[in-house]
């Protein structure tokens, strides 16, 4: 079978929503990406038309290009000639599986070169009017007269400021909220830390969200990130984009305690410090058929070895990658012990901690996994393999690009401690997991 290699990927800062890149639509997002690789490629002496498709991961689509990835591509300096495709249903887990469906293309024999792209505008998802309020609003674009406009007028701006009968809706909490289980994602985190078989505290989730930004801080401090993070130019702002701007260098017990819950505010302890963040960002990642990568002698970064993905209950979503991650463990033949690193991602600091006890005990795995098929212990996840560099509560959750970014840390943390194996999982809104071995040799 045909071997899926990296060649190479990058990613833009992560920033949170409103700040730097609130101006920036995600097709512009991922155009910058595109042209960076663009000139990778040329360093490379890679012909353009050597990629022969674009697959890209996005999650809020733009209402002006429904297809984002091919927006992108040609705005980004890629021949028309290249065609490009759009994972989007597969929410948080888009990235990984864009990076999976690119792989089964080169296995096949059906593309020799992909370029993978993430991107999401998350301050670009659109405010929602009442059905009435935007039935009116069409009239009025209709109106040719100025009796028509006036009539217009008259019935709109009553329904327009009547929020309390009509009230807009916003777009990125709809985006957030299942409409199986009508649970906005924070309600679904509040039901693992609530769960009494699994005994998640407050503290010890706050523990785990210092420990992400802790973890974070230090890797740009070291330069971890470096080959990682690419700068982007924000033309609103006149300069570069360097670094990620939702790390914490204040985190602390003492500074995250006095946050309040905000899913359930008498009875909850998801707060905003140990939940990801609402963040806009975009990355890149080129994958080659191994032969073809070594005959243009380019590098190699890793290699894409097996997937899996599993559902599970809705209203417990984060939970799903304990699935998804027994799954890819027996299609391969592994253990948790065969890999070095760990990349899960931090949707919320319960979700982690709940998939790492039901991962190490087979009461729970009995309890929580037995309808499914699953049973017994899978094992421990030592914590300095787990997320060594923090993860999306301190660097942000671009929903788009985190499996992106999943894999290129785990790749260049394997590279730096020469190691072999890495897994990558995230859990999915509306009860998915999604899991992937990615490995140096």
């Known amino acids: 079978m045909r071997n899926v290699?990296?060649?190479?990927?990058?990613?833009?800062?992560?920033?949170?929503?409103?700040?730097?890149?609130?101006?920036?639509?995600?097709?512009?997002?991922?155009?910058?990406?595109?042209?960076?690789?663009?000139?990778?490629?040329?360093?490379?002496?890679?012909?353009l038309d050597a990629i022969d498709c674009v697959l890209g991961s996005n999650v809020a689509t733009p209402m002006h290009a429904v297809n984002p990835t091919r927006v992108a591509a040609v705005t980004g300096g890629l021949p028309l000639t290249i065609p490009a495709d759009t994972v989007a249903g597969k929410n948080c887990g888009s990235g990984v599986t864009a990076l999976y469906y690119a792989g089964l293309r080169i296995r096949s024999g059906d593309a020799d070169t992909v370029l993978v792209i993430g991107m999401e505008a998350m301050s670009?998802?659109?405010?929602?009017?009442?059905?009435?309020?935007?039935d009116l609003l069409l009239q009025y674009g209709k109106a040719r007269t100025l009796r028509e406009r006036i009539a217009g007028t008259a019935a709109l701006l009553p329904k327009l400021l009547n929020l309390t009968r009509y009230p807009p809706q916003v777009g990125l909490l709809l985006g957030l909220t299942d409409p199986m289980c009508d649970l906005i994602m924070g309600l679904t985190a509040e039901n693992i830390a609530k769960d009494p078989m699994l005994g998640i505290s407050r503290l010890e989730?706050?523990?785990?969200?210092?420990?992400?930004?802790?973890?974070?801080?230090?890797?740009?401090?070291?330069?971890?990130?470096a080959d990682e993070v690419v700068p982007m130019y924000v033309p609103e702002l006149s300069?570069?984009?360097?670094?990620?701007?939702?790390?914490?260098?204040?985190?602390?017990?003492?500074?995250f305690a006095d946050m309040k819950p905000v899913f359930d505010r008498r009875h909850g302890s998801v707060t905003p410090a140990n939940a990801s963040q609402i963040t806009d960002a975009a990355a890149a990642v080129l994958l080659m058929e191994e032969e073809k990568a070594k005959a243009f002698g380019l590098p190699i970064l890793g290699y894409v070895r097996e997937y899996a993905d599993f559902g599970y209950e809705p209203s417990c979503m984060g939970l799903a990658p304990v699935g998804a991650i027994a799954k890819l463990l027996s299609k391969t033949g592994l253990a948790l012990k065969d890999c070095s690193l760990f990349e899960i991602n931090e949707a919320f600091a319960s979700v982690v901690l709940g998939i790492s006890r039901i991962l190490d005990s087979p009461s729970l795995m009995e309890r929580k996994f037995g309808r499914y098929g699953l049973t017994g212990r899978l094992g421990e996840i030592p914590p300095d393999d787990l997320n060594p560099h923090g993860g999306a509560i301190a660097l942000g959750h671009p929903v788009g690009v985190s499996g992106l970014r999943l894999a290129l840390t785990a790749?260049?943390?394997?590279?730096?401690?020469?190691?072999?194996?890495?897994?990558?999982?995230?859990?999915?809104?509306?009860?998915?997991?999604?899991?992937?071995?990615?490995?140096?040799?």
């Open 239 to 255: 300069s570069y984009v360097e670094r990620d701007n939702g790390i914490r260098t204040d985190a602390g017990q003492a500074t």
């Open 205 to 225: 989730q706050d523990d785990y969200a210092v420990r992400s930004h802790t973890r974070a801080a230090a890797a740009w401090d070291q330069g971890l990130f």
């Open 124 to 134: 670009r998802i659109p405010v929602v009017y009442h059905k009435h309020v935007a």
């Open 411 to 441: 790749l260049f943390e394997l590279k730096r401690r020469s190691a072999e194996r890495a897994l990558i999982s995230a859990c999915v809104g509306g009860g998915q997991g999604v899991a992937m071995i990615l490995e140096r040799t």
């Open 5 to 47: 290699v990296i060649v190479d990927g990058f990613r833009t800062p992560f920033c949170k929503e409103g700040t730097e890149f609130r101006e920036t639509d995600a097709d512009v997002l991922g155009a910058w990406v595109v042209r960076e690789m663009i000139q990778r490629c040329h360093r490379w002496n890679l012909p």
